[in-house]
């Protein structure tokens, strides 16, 4: 889909991929200050210090620029933990790597979770479709557990899906303790979360 007004086949100027990954960080800033809904071309234009036709030139809509912006959030996350995952020597390894790397990745990029938040709520019209309650969403990491499972690392009885959910929630709880609370140390969180994981999985 050409969220822009350029050719959808023309090949980006070296200048153009700047501005537009400029404005899609001025976006998730705008977002984070004043979410979705007091997010707009104009106040997109403003904090980037150019004229609102500068920006539907790159990208046509509202929906274009957020949709651009969630894209670029979600793909630094995938990135960050599946780095983490990949340097992990072990199947249940992975599992921790994955718990500690979403819950780092978040406490240090408070704007890029509010972006997701955002993005993601129903009252917003996003175009989106992802939703927090899509089976991706709990998925890879109920593989990752099924992984260690088979590697007879965890309890054999232990459900996967279930498992990946509370710790979906457990995650969740951590990242929005960090967003009402600046001081609050998710480094220990995600110790504690991970320690609950060893105490139910590991035989």
Known sequence: MNTGRQSPDRQLTFTEQAR??????????????????????????????????????????????????????????????????????????????????????MGANPDHVRVIVEALDDDHDTGIADRPHSPERWRPLADLINAAKNARVYRQDLDARITAIVLGGAIDAVVAEFLTDRSFDTDTAADAVVDMLHRTALH
């Open 20 to 105: 537009r990954a400029q404005l899609v960080d001025v976006t998730i800033r705008v977002i984070a200050e004043h979410g979705y809904a007091g997010c707009s071309l104009q106040r997109i234009a403003d904090a980037a210090g150019i004229t609102k036709a500068a920006v539907i030139y790159h990208f046509a809509t509202k929906r274009a620029v957020v949709r651009a912006a969630y894209d670029t959030v979600i793909a630094g996350l995938t990135d960050h933990v599946g780095a983490l995952i990949t340097q992990a020597t072990t199947p249940a390894g992975r599992v921790d790597a994955y718990v500690r790397g979403l819950i780092g990745y």
